[in-house]
């Protein structure tokens, strides 16, 4: 298969579909790639070949670059170093993308776009990733770059949107978004991906509208995003509409945020219906171990759990959560308990509070001890949060309570108070 060939199959005119089987990068299937890469010739004479077609009557010089940049990288590449090739991959998603901004043909060349995509980025990855074990200070350079090479697209796209934008680029809005937002999260800025986010958004599209898939992924990152930002209702929700549509096989990977993200929204969980959805995944006992201490309110237990488990909640990025967000939960249920033994009564006395908190905290229990200070803060704090309808009595050192519902529930109140509204174009 030389190059005489592949520049007869491609012709002056190329369509989407030959734009597509001719640009493939997979040499098992592309058998210009080995026929050309084979070609003795140096790169200035394949070049003055290609030189010698004119591509679209000459209205499209970047398709041009499209081709010389093609025929360079299957020229010039080092089959056993991809440290080596990489630049060439990198540099031909490039110059697809300068041809894809083209008003009148850019059409043609989108379905260049995603299988460039899939194979390129797992090679930056992969590349960077080495480069980070040698050297930790390493700012994800090739990843880095595509993303430049992404936003490029997806800005294009964006700006392009209406009535007459061609279906080939708006079908793959989504899926340049969702890409963006994998490399934001692999070099560690995922909160880049809020401009991604925030133009999505206002752009006004109907969700539906794209493959499945890339719904499913899209609200996969923007959930991560609303759970680096605290944003705990906006997060179990998009994880929640996840984890009812993905596969066996991701639905793991959903339920690791979603677990913790129910126990902060005070959702007990179900740990037997999480085995028969995801199996015994390995993360399980450390939610077991919080929730059974949370659920108790048992603060000695809770620090315990949490720092057997440190190291994988650091990882996760949970580990301020779940020390902030759990222990306002834990708290609460100790007052309940508190509340219950006493009969649900109208009232609570400090000395009832005080050596419940005593047992809770044990060796963890401030230096200061116990006193009223301390029954009063909780309360106070729980009773801000609406997350106990009563009021101190200081001058008898009481809690009054509410005649009913005393322990709101939590989820409900915290929809109520932070569930935001501007997601809800994608309920289409």
Same mark, same amino acid.
């Given at each position: 298969m030389s190059l005489s060939q592949f520049l007869g199959q491609l012709g002056t005119k190329p369509n989407s579909k030959t734009l597509s089987r001719l640009f493939n990068l997979d040499p098992a299937t592309n058998k210009f790639i080995v026929g050309i890469y084979n070609d003795t010739r140096d790169f200035n004479s394949l070049k003055q070949q290609v030189n010698q077609v004119e591509f679209y009557d000459g209205g499209w010089p970047a398709f041009d670059q499209v081709v010389f940049s093609f025929v360079r990288l299957c020229s010039q590449l080092d089959p056993n170093s991809l440290v080596m090739s990489f630049d060439l991959y990198a540099q031909f998603l490039s110059d697809v993308s300068v041809a894809f901004t083209n008003l009148g043909n850019g059409a043609l060349i989108a379905s260049v776009i995603a299988p460039t995509v899939d194979t390129v980025? =797992?090679?930056?990855? /992969?590349?960077?990733?080495?480069? /980070?074990?040698?050297?930790?200070?390493?700012?994800? =350079?090739? $990843?880095?770059?595509?993303? %430049?090479?992404?936003?490029?697209?997806?800005?294009?796209?964006?700006?392009?949107?209406?009535?007459?934008?061609?279906?080939?680029?708006?079908? $793959?809005?989504?899926?340049?978004?969702?890409?963006?937002c994998f490399i934001y999260n692999q070099i560690g800025n995922p909160l880049l991906c809020q401009n991604v986010f925030s133009n999505i958004t206002t752009a006004n599209l109907k969700f539906s509208q794209f493959p499945a898939a890339d719904q499913l992924q899209y609200r996969f990152y923007l959930a991560k995003f609303y759970l680096i930002k605290h944003h705990l209702v906006d997060a179990y929700r998009h994880f929640s509409w996840c984890v009812e549509r993905c596969s066996a096989r991701e639905r793991e990977r959903v339920l690791k945020y979603l677990v913790p993200l129910g126990m902060m929204l005070g959702r007990s969980p179900n740990f037997n219906g999480i085995t028969r959805q995801a199996g015994a995944v390995s993360w399980l006992p450390v939610y077991r171990d919080i929730a059974g201490a949370v659920s108790a309110g048992n603060y000695a237990g809770f620090v315990e759990a949490v720092t057997r488990h440190e190291a994988y909640l650091k990882q996760m990025g949970l580990l301020v959560l779940v020390r902030s967000k759990l222990e306002v939960v834990l708290f609460r249920n100790l007052l309940r308990q508190v509340w219950k033994i006493q009969g649900q009564a109208s009232t609570l006395t400090y000395g009832a509070i005080q050596n419940a908190l005593r047992l809770s905290w044990g060796a963890y229990a401030p230096e200061g001890g116990v006193d009223a200070l301390v029954v009063e803060n909780m309360v106070v704090s729980l009773v801000d949060q609406?997350?106990?309808?009563? /009021?101190?009595? %200081? %001058?008898v050192s009481k809690v009054a309570v509410a005649s009913s519902n005393v322990f709101p529930e939590i989820s409900g109140i915290y929809t109520q108070k932070f569930g935001g509204a501007g997601d809800k174009w994608m309920d289409d």
């Open positions: 980025v =797992p090679m930056a990855r /992969k590349l960077d990733q080495q480069l /980070k074990n040698y050297e930790a200070d390493a700012v994800y =350079p090739r $990843l880095t770059f595509l993303a %430049s090479v992404l936003l490029r697209v997806f800005n294009h796209i964006r700006s392009q949107l209406g009535d007459n934008t061609p279906e080939a680029k708006q079908s $793959l809005l989504l899926y340049v978004s969702n890409k963006l609406n997350l106990l309808r009563g /009021k101190l009595v %200081s %001058s």
